[in-house]
């Protein structure tokens, strides 16, 4: 996928988005559009008791999104590499596991009047890992109120995005194992990726990082 430029890293919490979001945009010679994440006055209240707190944080998110990638419109913007670390879409992965039923329904009767206006990426590179590995990280890297996550909700989380990325998906798919490697400590591993970006024909393929070389699956 030569003509790829705008690339979209997502998957769920602590699996590494941002920091392979920030990396592919320098090695692309591009710009890192990232999530405002600390914008939303509802996050730490979320965590803190999810059915409570579910609805304001998703929309607050969803209209934060909506800026962010309101601002991406302009033709000139993808002269060069645009590397995210959000989709616009990603709220209906939490919003199915976060939401009451009605609160999905209006989520949801927002998010279609709004999805329209955002641009929809060349190419999703959709990081996955096993619910252990992602609770090992978020306990060694995540933010504090992020720690000692439920288990339970962020198994549910993880089928939720498998769901949206592998049955439900609107753009083509680069689906990515993080179970063994960090990519911004293993370049080689890391410049497999590159390569498996760029040769990446449409539809959903998937990328395998091995020790010493990466191969297409």
Known sequence: MKSARYLVVEGPVGVGKTSLARKLASRLEGRAVLEETGENPFLKLF???????????????LLARYVQQSRLIHPDLFSSYLVSDFLFGRGMVFARV????EELALYQRL????NPRVPSPDLVIYLQ??????????????????RDMDRTWLEELVDSYNSWFLRDRQ????VVNTDSVDFCEDEIAFEGLVEAI?????GIQGYNPMPRKGMLI
């Open 111 to 114: 998010m279609d009047q709004l």
């Open 47 to 61: 965590y803190r008791d999810r059915e409570k707190y579910g609805f304001q944080a998703q929309i607050s998110f």
């Open 98 to 101: 976060s939401l009451e039923p």
């Open 198 to 202: 760029a040769a990446h024909s449409g």
């Open 129 to 146: 890992a096993s619910t252990g590995v992602l609770l090992d990280r978020i306990n060694r890297f995540g933010r504090n109120f992020e």
């Open 171 to 174: 753009y083509p798919v680069l």
